[in-house]
């Protein structure tokens, strides 16, 4: 049975879930989903059982000192609620945790049991996954359903994708079986800088929700932080030929496969979606990866641990858009 005891009537509430682990390539999505948590103090209402969803072998509890009283905190995942001001407030639900051991389809009947009781007239899944995609130039961004007349409306592709899934795929066919629109987000992070965080790719998904729903989302530090975070990235590459190299090649192929997008048309609707964005408002294991194979843990970084640098593998280019296309 869901309780829902404290928890006001919502206005037009809008669920946006992010899961640690293999859907979330730098920590893009969950970092987002916690960036609105903090904005706009969000409250939580509700924690899944961890008994029931996770293996603590894999994902383990911590133990915490708190007055010197020794907590533990369990792996789990928690929704808390948020108001959105405005001319036009809306509530958001918030979905944060990490991807479940087991008993997924129990997992995502029961985040749907909330969304029923609360009213969600939208559920938005955030993910990321490794690309063949150079980090110097703005973060790919794929916005899929699998509902026709969705994508349609909203200006989203028709997923086509067959391979292995995530949490995120198995939640947004479980929405779509059961009737709610269902949409994901998928933010493309280099592969070659694979490590956490990436506030550039956090940056680029919170911009696109906001096209998506219709909200101006605080930004606070983000924006610097990416900044800073491709200057360091760029310094970095910058004393490895290699991979300066390797980063050219990156950047021709994406530039190269844009170049039809490169239209006084498209420049134009680039502008208007900045201008709707800043007008008016105050300021563990593998990921996925574009083909939806598995990123190995020791996927290749151009920051890693004290003691070293790993260089990036050279591998064939993949055509077109690959570092586009979406894993579901």
Not at 23 to 39: F, I, K, M, Q, W
Request: glycine fraction near 10%; proline fraction near 8%; include cysteine.
């Amino acid at each position: 049975m869901i309780e829902l005891e404290g928890v006001p009537e919502l206005i037009d509430p809008v669920m946006v879930a992010a899961f640690e682990g293999w859907n979330d390539a730098g920590d893009a999505a969950s970092t987002a989903v916690a960036h609105l948590d903090r904005e706009w103090k969000g409250e939580v209402f509700a924690a899944l059982d961890a008994e029931d969803y996770y293996d603590f072998q894999v994902n383990r509890p911590t133990v915490f000192l708190e007055g010197g009283v020794r907590k533990i905190t369990w792996p789990t995942t928690r929704l808390s609620v948020v108001r959105v001001g405005g001319d036009k407030p809306r509530d958001l639900v918030l979905v944060r945790g990490i991807e479940p051991s087991m008993r997924w389809r129990s997992f995502c009947n029961e985040l749907l049991g909330f969304a029923h009781e609360l009213g969600v007239e939208l559920v938005v899944v955030l993910g990321a996954l490794l690309g063949d995609t150079p980090h110097t130039r703005p973060v790919p961004i794929s916005g899929t359903t699998s509902d026709a007349e969705l994508a349609g409306r909203m200006g989203l592709e028709e997923t086509k994708y067959e391979g292995p899934t995530g949490i995120v795929g198995i939640l947004q066919e479980a929405c779509t079986h059961a009737g709610v629109p269902a949409v994901s987000l998928w933010a493309a992070v280099p592969h070659y800088v694979s490590q956490p965080p990436n506030p550039k790719a956090t940056l680029a998904l919170l911009n696109r929700l906001e096209d998506l729903i219709g909200v101006r989302v605080p930004l606070g530090e983000l924006a610097e932080d990416a900044r800073a975070w491709q200057v360091g990235v760029d310094q970095l590459a910058a004393e490895d030929s290699e991979v300066a190299e390797y980063v050219q090649s990156l950047e021709e192929a994406r530039d190269t496969a844009e170049l039809p997008e490169a239209s006084g048309e498209a420049i134009a609707r680039e502008f208007e979606r900045y201008l709707r964005r800043r007008d008016g408002g105050s300021g563990p294991g593998g990921h996925a990866t574009a083909d939806g194979t598995d990123g190995p843990p020791g996927a290749p970084y151009l920051r890693d641990n004290p003691g070293g640098r790993t260089r990036p593998p050279k591998p064939p280019m993949a055509g077109g858009d690959d570092e586009e296309s979406s894993e579901e």
